[in-house]
């Protein structure tokens, strides 16, 4: 079946650090990689997307590439802003078309 | 656009009553799921609507119903609830159920409390 694995969190930065959020996934076909934000209070909601190896999904000064080989789709922004405290999920669709979801990442940043 | 409403936003029920959550997308979308999110555990598929007309068990069925009583509407109801069903439930929707066209949009939650 599918899995994702994320980091564990809590995840403590202070302004202008640089954030990574490591994630490595199971699947059988070939999956679709997102990155999903939860903000206090609020609903998911997607941060960035890859569809095929080797692609990078961006948004908001996020970054993640597909990397096939080790089966990562790690997340890193190089500057994080106090709005930037959430909670991230690695999630994963593949041959069955139902998205699977890392535990989550709660990250705090300290202006 | 309102996106996906859910209601209500909060809830506490004791155990054996039963309630139901209701959630409505307005962006004309065919498919619709419930999760629950439970600390550290990510969430977690209930059910889903594929389409208008179909509904399927997720990974966590158990205690659950749902309808899906139009293409904008997916309720899940519990009919006798459990302290074992203390969570946040998130309803969401997409496009449709394939691959290319599963970008799910999320509601902002019900955060139900079982006594």
């Known amino acids: 079946g599918n899995s994702v694995t994320q980091m564990e969190g809590p995840v403590t930065l202070s302004e202008e650090a640089f954030l990574t959020i490591n994630c490595t996934y199971t699947?059988?076909?070939?999956?679709?990689l997102f990155w999903y934000v939860q903000y206090p209070g609020e609903g998911l909601q997607l941060l960035l997307k890859?569809?095929?190896?080797?692609d990078k999904g961006s948004n908001k000064g996020f970054e993640a590439t597909y990397r096939k080989e080790t089966t990562s789709f790690h997340l890193e922004k190089g500057s994080v802003q106090v709005s930037d405290s959430a909670v991230y999920f690695c999630a994963l669709t593949s041959n069955d078309y139902k998205l699977s979801f890392g535990a989550g990442t709660t990250v705090t940043v300290r202006a | 656009n309102a996106g996906v409403t859910q209601t209500p936003k909060f809830q506490v029920l004791k155990t054996g009553q039963s309630m139901t959550l209701q959630c409505a997308q307005d962006m004309n979308h065919n498919s619709m799921y419930w999760y629950r999110q439970d600390p550290g555990m990510g969430l977690r598929l209930i059910y889903y609507s594929a389409s208008e007309g179909t509904t399927d068990k997720g990974e966590v069925p158990n205690g659950y119903n749902v309808s899906r009583l139009n293409k904008r509407e997916f309720s899940l109801r519990l009919e006798s609830a459990a302290p074992s069903q203390t969570s946040v439930y998130f309803c969401?929707?997409?496009?449709?159920?394939?691959?290319?066209?599963?970008?799910?949009?999320f509601g902002a939650g019900t955060r139900l409390s079982v006594l």
């Open positions: 890859a569809t095929k190896a080797d």
């Open positions: 699947a059988t076909g070939y999956p679709s």
């Open positions: 969401a929707s997409s496009e449709a159920f394939s691959r290319a066209k599963n970008i799910q949009y």
